[in-house]
């Protein structure tokens, strides 16, 4: 019988849990195992959030991207096992950290830190304070000593009434989309069965069909 994750069941979101990011991490440094759904992205600190051409899964949320960005220590750094990275854009502003780590634990034993950053602008007056863009990003280390080089980050931006001049330029590039159809019959197949007797449980032990160790998916209230 073929597996479904929840991710394909059509009116799902790809909502993860921080841990699931960092297993998803995980897969990805040290197995080299790709996601379906995050993506490399490798000019991150090289423009405005805004003007970047992002990648978006059709199962994301608006104005919400997860990429593995590839990060470059601070030029400022002696210490060659320092963690300490650098995030300024040039010319234009910085990704500024807010707040302490939060720390991820799996059975009560560390296995990543989340940091929670915001994209502040320059502001064109020197005694003014930098500016609140409405981009905001998570992000993701593993629990490792030394740099870590390429580290998983969940985007979002928040529109509000006063930056929609920092709103996303470029129309998003598409993915997932070829799988949509299938996968929406492939599941219509598995509950007809499953109404006609073929499989004697109820949708909310379903479970037995879906693949789900790291990507787990929450409906879209």
Request: net charge negative.
């Amino acid at each position: 019988m073929t597996k479904i994750r929840r991710s394909q069941i059509p009116g799902m979101r790809f909502d993860p849990s921080d841990l699931q990011l960092v297993n998803i991490l995980g897969r990805r440094i040290y197995n080299n195992k790709l996601s379906r759904y995050v993506t490399d992205i490798h000019n991150l600190y090289e423009q405005e959030p805004w003007l970047l051409h992002h990648v978006r899964h059709v199962k994301f949320k608006e104005n919400e991207w997860f990429y593995f960005v590839t990060r470059k220590q601070h030029p400022g750094t002696k210490k060659t096992d320092s963690k300490r990275p650098s995030r300024k854009v040039a010319g234009s502003g910085r990704w500024k950290t807010t707040g302490s780590l939060t720390h991820i634990e799996k059975e009560g034993v560390e296995v990543g830190t989340m940091q929670h950053i915001t994209f502040k602008a320059n502001s064109e007056a020197e005694e003014e304070d930098e500016i609140t863009t409405g981009w905001v990003m998570h992000e993701y280390v593993l629990n490792k000593p030394g740099f870590q080089e390429v580290v998983l980050c969940r985007i979002r931006f928040y529109p509000g009434e006063d930056n929609a001049q920092y709103a996303p330029r470029l129309e998003p590039i598409m993915i997932g989309l070829e799988r949509e159809d299938g996968l929406e019959n492939n599941l219509q197949n598995h509950m007809i069965g499953i109404n006609n007797g073929v499989a004697d449980a109820a949708f909310e032990d379903i479970q037995q069909y879906l693949d789900v160790p790291v990507e787990t998916i929450d409906y879209d209230h």
